[in-house]
């Protein structure tokens, strides 16, 4: 008996790592849901609770929906090549708070960079996301109720996708969204819908161009357009379609 | 002791099934490279050797040493899917990220059936060599001399590139792609709905010397305001849709000299 005893000490010694990493799925996505976020720890320098700190590049992947509490960020995403899938699962949280941040350098631009965002909700936050360069946002829901609540950096691409406002950096693609306005510093927003979009709907910048082409701008009142912003293909604009 | 010899036995065909997933996918992470075996002919370390058509996945980054390529996909190791799976494999700022047989010439030759996608190759100086028929998608390919060089049939969609450029021979399509800080290169095939910028030289596009290549709601420009062009090349090239070029505006295209 002592032997038996013995044998599954043995056994549960050598697969204790294992079932510490449990959170660790066989592709080597790290899991998150609620109760993990509360735990902390999930990568180096994750406190417990809000924000969920990402420091590591790698694949992370939702298997629940997080409640953000008041006064707090979702994400703090501080490393580059960061994938997070949220698996069909949301992220919500308050007014005032972002549901996925990166540090800012001294000049105000976000560091953290490849960030692929998809598959999931983000809503209830003053910014959705708010990411550097190389940003891939696919397959989701994304709003805020600050100005621009989709921030992100140099050659990004935001695809498929249900967005509030968009800001961009230099040379991105925006395609096949139905979103708010965009602004960026150059690219290309092709096929798709706009609603209710007041005020300027798409900018661009003095040597950033914008070209435009199968949209519908669905808007009440005239639709403007800002600087360097050019037609390509026809577009569907206003209350008839002009 | 039987009992003892029995928990060993179930972890170890644990560690051993984790190499393979559920699905059939071979796994690759840093360590399984270094070990090598990933297929019969695969020494350890880099490159990684694909040497039988499968599926393979990507389930850690990975970080290749100065000098070799990261994979090397040989002759007949036809019809192979890399899912990057979000990962990122980073090379020493030489030799190809994705590489395979070339012929005498230096032109990518003999393995067809290539499909990459979900992650990013950075740093090498050339991100994926391939001939025939490979499809490459939601990738990010950032800071290879050259980032991609097909021969023919290959797809092309939802990438991001920066600094380098793409050469995509014959019959190909690339949609929905950012270039940024590069050039294309079409000798056939249809170029539409991408973004592309270039940093200092004007020709942005080139394309056409055997067939036509059509090219549409594109939108190009130099990020320093200054002109870009497209390079007609001696087949031609023609606009599908309007595009954007900067000041030329429906774009210009110049014939190549002959």
Known sequence: MRSIGRTFTVAFVAMSPWLAGAALAADGEILIDQQRALNGAITPGDEPGFPITISRSGR??????????????????????????????????????????????????????????????????????????????????????????????????????????????????????????????????????????????????????????????????????????????????????? | MKQAALAILVLALGAQSAAQAADSDILINQQRAMQGGITPNDAPGFPITLAKGGHYKLVGPLKVPRDVQGMYIPVMADGITIDFNGFEMTGGGTSVGIDSPRDSVGHYSYVSRLDVRNGTIQNFNLGIGFAEQARIENMRLLNNGRNIDVRSGARIVGNITDGGSVNCYLSCLMQGNIVRRGSVLIESGTFIGNTVTTPAGDIALHGGNFAPMGYGNNTIFNENGKDVKIDGGTAGVGPLDPNYCGQHHPCLAVPSSP
């Open chain 1, 60 to 242: 992370y992947k939702l298997v629940g929906s997080l409640a953000v509490p008041g006064s707090k960020d979702g994400f703090e995403i501080t490393a580059n090549g960061v994938t997070l899938d949220l698996n069909g699962y949301e992220v919500t949280g308050t007014d005032g708070k972002r549901g996925i941040n990166s540090p800012l350098d001294a000049k105000g631009q976000p560091t953290s960079k490849r960030l692929t965002v998809m598959n999931g909700r983000i809503a209830g936050f003053n910014v959705a996301i708010l990411t550097g360069d190389y940003a891939i946002v696919d397959n989701m829901r994304a709003s805020g109720d600050g100005n621009n609540p989709i921030q992100v950096g140099d050659a990004s691409r935001l695809s498929n996708s249900t967005l509030g406002k968009i800001k961009c950096g230099v040379a991105c693609l925006v395609q096949g969204n139905s979103m708010g306005s965009v602004t960026m510093s150059g690219g290309t927003v092709l096929g798709n819908f706009m609603y209710g979009a007041l005020g300027t709907v798409i900018s661009g910048s003095t040597n950033g161009p914008v070209g435009y082409a199968n949209n519908t701008i669905q808007s009440s009142e005239k639709t403007k357009f800002g600087e360097n912003v050019h037609p390509m293909s026809p577009n569907c604009i206003g209350p008839k379609c002009e």
